[in-house]
């Protein structure tokens, strides 16, 4: 099993930044790439961002492209999020997984993630 700990969420104003932070621990070593994603209310959940532990392949949601960045630190088995120039639309519950595949194959869709963590609120206020 592999847990996931998400942290960092919180209230911004629109313009303004934040970093979600995701720590995994247990059997990190079954999984190849991590991703986040979101959640507003009434809306199913998104996919944001993901990154391949070895090699540093990343994926982005076109919304984002150019305000978040997501990058990962082996050695402490943490997936960070930064998030510039937010917007309130980007108001959500964000959700950190991960998935044993290396595979651009499913890495955009939640079916593709076998494990997830408890999710962190961002609000952004206009």
């Known amino acids: 099993q592999v847990q996931l700990v998400e942290s960092g969420g919180g209230l911004v104003q629109a313009g303004g930044s934040l970093r979600l932070s995701c720590a995994a621990s247990?059997?990190?070593?079954?999984?190849?790439?991590m991703g986040w994603f979101r959640q507003a209310p009434g809306k199913e959940r998104e996919f944001v961002a993901a990154?391949?532990?070895?090699?540093?392949?990343?994926y982005y949601t076109d919304s984002v492209k150019g305000r978040f960045t997501i990058s990962a630190d082996n050695a402490k088995n943490t997936v960070y999020l930064q998030m510039n120039s937010l917007k309130p639309e980007d108001t959500a519950v964000y959700y950190c997984?991960?998935?044993?595949?290396?595979?651009?194959?499913?890495?955009?869709?939640?079916?593709?993630?076998?494990?997830w963590g408890q999710g962190t609120q961002v609000t952004v206020s206009s």
């Open positions: 990154i391949v532990w070895n090699g540093g392949r990343t």
């Open positions: 247990g059997r990190t070593f079954s999984t190849c790439a």
């Open positions: 997984a991960a998935r044993p595949s290396c595979s651009i194959v499913g890495v955009t869709t939640a079916q593709g993630y076998n494990y």
